[in-house]
């Protein structure tokens, strides 16, 4: 799931923003 290059570019990059929303809760992806 979190190395879907299509819904995450960059996926093999470290960067744990991307489970966050804009608010800084976590999204429903996790």
Known sequence: MCRNE???PNA???N???FL???GTL???T
């Open 6 to 8: 299509e819904k995450y």
């Open 16 to 18: 744990p923003d991307r």
């Open 12 to 14: 093999s990059e470290f």
């Open 21 to 23: 929303n804009s608010d």
């Open 27 to 29: 999204t429903d992806d």
